[in-house]
Each structure stands twice: as structure tokens, then as C-alpha cells.
């Protein structure tokens, strides 16, 4: 039988290979780990049943596998081509039906995901089974300026709570908090689109009606913004029933310049659990790219777990911590919503050694040329018809398979140069490849990770030209 998933044991750095804290702010977070346990535990079970943990707000009993349902399966539309792809309503169907006879009852959604799709299909899935079987997840995406009047963000509500055929929401966020606009810093951006129309106050009055359960914000971005809600709370004018932040064994203590600005998942971890604050995880594979190692990672990972996928490794990583309530997964395809509950039904806790690697995993991860992208499709739509996260993809793909030659002298040059070049003109289609990128940078604003999307862009570009000649 495996471990609690509330045993806390490991969780400073001085059992983490010194990783996960240092001096008085590790004892801090031992304290309030030993200290709130009792409000996020994980509840009795048999060997196969779910894992699930407590919200100590409201007593709900949340399956540690959360439904991420920013990727949902698509289906296309031949008559009309490719671009008119649509969600694939039956495929959703059996995957929610799936995956709520195996235990999982959270299920995560947004106005905005899957070109606006998501929230009407989650909806007619799930409006299939009794309501108060599962627990529903939705954001008030009111990114665009032309939804910052109060008027448009209460419409923007409603409409979500139509799509998706309910009176209440479980769990409601301010969405994407800590981004910027193209014209405003983040705070001013948050100010605009949340204070100064009265949207948070209007959340907050649903809160107090019961339309919605719980009221939270998920976190990309600059750390100041994250800061001042914090502050809010401490200060009584607000208060988050949970959060929702990007927690990986990459993000845990990256402090490298590869999202510069943004803090590493750490610091967010230790402020929430200071709070009280139950913590949902988003990007637990990093956009895919801890579902796919470099090589050397994969052969360590297998070596030690044979049986076990490389994403179960990630998720549970994520799942160890005893603040989570649950760890959203975009499982668009059965395999993957299979493999992630095998992984947490039950979960098995990381113990120490096994954090110890996944550290030093981590380190060689980074250190790998790959571009630190989600895959999380805010960048689009480019003006100019680029695929944005289809270009990194695929480069980070054959970084990972050793498919992404340097030196023309190398043995394997012309069959890695050929799997590279023949894989991108598939993959992406010429009219939407890195050189077509005209350095607008609409993109960069949209991006929550802000990433140099336009530099990366040229340096793929820069490369790939190079290989057709032969010369990289």
C-alpha cells in the first residue's frame, strides 16, 4: 500500500537535497505544512480508488486528478478544411463519462479555450450527469479591452453560466492574473479589467449569493500583481477561497532567464500555504515538455520505474505537496486521461530521493535548448497566420530526440538534418513557419509566460535556413 498523500514528510530543502528551503523560511513552511494538513487531506481508500483532498472551505472532497479542459479532442470539418476544425462532442463525452466512473470530479474550463468551444462542450457532457457529482472550474476571461466594461464582463458571466447549463460555479477565477495589455503595465492591466469596473466586487456579491462557491484568480505573470492580491487578502479586502498557479519540478526553483519577471513556483507555493490558501496547479507537464525528456532524463526515469509513463514522474511531483487540492491535466486523448489515473488512483508520494532527482532532472532539463513554451495558445491568433506553438513544438521535439543537428561533421548529421526538415514542413505549413514572423509582437503581449516569442522565432528561423543549406 502506498503512502498517504498527506504525508509531508521531505518538504525543505534540507531533506531535498537542501532544494526546498533554507533557515527560518524552511522551518516556516514545515510549520504551516505540519499545521493545515488536516484541511487538505487526503480522504480513506483501497489500492485503485482516487486519491481525493479536502478544501477546508467549504468541505468538498476533490479528486486530486483535475479535467483540464483547454485541449479538448477536435474533429474537422472536410467540406470546409482544416481551419473550421471543431470539438469532437462525442470523443468529450466519452472521456468525461470515463473519466467520472474512475473518481475524477473536477473538471476546469474558460469562455476562451478552444477557439470559445470549450465551455458549451464541457457543458453538454457534463450536464449529463447529477450536478452535484462534480465540481465545475470556469474564468472570467475578459482579456480583450472590449470586455472591460462592466456591462461586457457580467455578460461574458452569464454567458458561461448558460454554456455551461448551471446555476452556480464551484470554483471561480479571475483569469490570467499578472499579464499585461498592449497598451497597459500589469497592474494597470489588472485594475482595468477587474477593479476599476467593479467586476471583483460583482464576484463578490455572487460569492456571498451562492452563485459562486468559491473565488479565486489563476496566476501568470508579473510577481508584483501577485503580491497585491495577497496583500488584499492580508488586509481583509478580499478574500481567495484557492488559487491557481503553474507548479512544476522545472518551475519549482527556476531561476534562470528563461520567463524573466516571473517568480519561481516556489515563492508562490510558500505565500499560498502561509495563507491557508488551497492551491490548484495548472502546466504540470509544462505544456507536454515533461511528458517528453531529453533522452538521458528518460533513460534515468525508466531505469528506476520501468512500468511507470515520464509524465507520472510530473504529476506526482505535483501532487506530493500537501496544499494541492488538485493538478489539472489537458488530457485530450483517453490514453493520456488513463495513464494520469493510474498515476492517482492513488497517488503515490515522491520520498526524498526521488525529489532529490527530479532536482537534478531539472538542471539538465534547463539546460537543454528548448523553448519554454506551454503550448498554451493565448499568442494566437498571429496576424500574420504564423503557428506559433506548432513551430516550438517542433523544435523542441527534435532538441529532445537529438534531431536537431549542430555540427555538419557529426555522424548522424544528414539523418537528423532530414528528420528535422521534413518533420517541420508536416508539422507546420510553409505560409506559417518561423521566417514569415514580421516582429510585430501582438503575440508577446498575449503571452503568459512572457516569453521573447519574437526572438525565438528568429533564431528557429535563422536555424532552419541554415540546415536547407546544409550549413548549421
Known amino acids: 500500500m502506498s503512502k498517504s498523500s498527506n504525508d509531508n514528510s521531505g518538504l525543505s530543502r534540507r531533506s531535498f537535497l537542501k532544494y526546498m528551503g533554507i533557515g527560518a523560511a524552511a522551518g516556516a513552511l514545515g510549520a504551516c505544512s505540519a499545521g493545515t494538513s488536516e484541511n487538505t487531506t487526503a480522504q480513506p481508500r483501497t489500492q485503485g480508488e482516487m486519491t481525493y483532498r479536502t478544501n477546508h472551505n467549504t468541505g468538498d472532497k476533490v479528486s486530486i486528478l483535475g479535467y483540464g479542459c483547454m485541449r479538448l479532442p477536435t474533429t474537422t470539418n472536410e467540406s470546409a478544411g482544416e481551419s473550421d476544425s471543431v470539438i469532437d462532442q462525442e470523443a468529450v463525452n466519452r472521456s468525461v463519462d470515463y473519466a467520472m466512473a474512475h473518481g475524477v470530479n473536477y473538471y476546469d474550463t ?22 452535484e457529482s462534480y465540481f465545475l472550474a470556469t474564468k472570467l476571461s475578459n482579456f480583450d479591452p472590449a470586455f472591460w466594461p462592466r456591462e461586457k464582463s457580467i455578460e461574458m458571466f452569464n454567458q458561461s453560466l448558460e454554456n455551461l447549463q448551471t446555476d452556480y460555479i464551484d470554483y471561480m477565477l479571475l483569469h490570467a492574473i499578472g499579464g499585461r495589455s498592449e497598451e497597459l503595465d500589469p497592474m494597470q492591466t489588472y485594475r482595468a479589467r477587474f477593479e476599476d469596473n467593479g467586476i471583483l466586487d460583482f ?9 459562486v462557491r468559491n473565488l479565486g484568480f489563476s496566476y501568470h505573470g508579473d510577481i508584483s500583481v ?25 518551475d519549482w526553483d527556476d531561476r534562470s532567464n528563461l520567463r524573466q519577471g516571473m517568480p519561481e513556483a516556489e515563492y508562490l507555493y510558500r505565500e499560498l ?10 502546466e504540470p507537464l509544462l505544456g507536454g515538455r515533461l511528458a517528453k525528456v531529453p533522452k538521458n532524463v528518460e533513460t534515468k526515469m525508466k531505469q528506476r520505474r520501468p512500468e511507470d509513463s515520464i509524465a507520472s514522474w510530473a504529476f506526482r511531483y505535483a501532487g506530493t505537496f500537501p496544499e494541492v487540492l488538485t493538478v489539472l491535466s489537458g488530457m485530450t486523448y483517453m490514453e493520456h486521461l488513463q495513464d494520469n489515473l493510474a498515476t492517482y488512483s492513488p497517488l503515490e508520494p515522491l520520498n526524498d530521493d526521488e525529489r532529490a532527482f527530479l532536482h537534478l532532472a531539472a538542471l539538465d532539463i534547463l539546460q537543454n535548448a528548448t523553448v519554454p513554451c506551454t503550448d498554451c495558445r493565448y499568442c494566437l491568433p498571429c496576424p500574420y497566420g504564423l503557428d506559433i506553438p506548432g513551430i516550438f513544438r517542433h523544435y523542441n521535439k527534435c532538441i529532445n530526440d537529438d534531431n536537431a543537428p549542430r555540427d555538419v561533421k557529426d555522424p548522424r548529421y544528414a539523418e537528423a538534418r532530414r528528420a528535422y526538415l521534413v518533420g517541420y514542413d508536416r508539422e507546420v505549413p510553409r505560409l506559417r513557419q518561423a521566417n514569415r514572423c514580421v516582429q510585430c ?15 525565438h522565432l528568429a533564431k528557429i528561423s535563422h536555424y ?4 536547407r543549406q546544409g550549413k548549421a
Open 226 to 250: 501577485f503580491d497585491y492580491l495577497m496583500r488584499l487578502m492580508d488586509q481583509g479586502k478580499a478574500h481567495w477561497d484557492f488559487v491557481q498557479i503553474q507548479l512544476n519540478y522545472v
Open 464 to 467: 532552419t535556413e541554415q540546415l
Open 441 to 455: 509582437r501582438a503575440c508577446e503581449h498575449k503571452c503568459p509566460q512572457q516569453l521573447p516569442i519574437v526572438e
Open 203 to 211: 464576484l463578490k456579491e455572487r460569492r456571498a449569493d451562492g452563485t
Open 110 to 131: 474558460s469562455p476562451m479555450y478552444c477557439k470559445r468551444q470549450s465551455e458549451r462542450a464541457m457543458g453538454i457532457a457534463l450536464s449529463r450527469h447529477p450536478r
Open 273 to 282: 500555504a502561509a495563507r491557508n490558501i488551497p492551491v490548484v496547479i495548472m
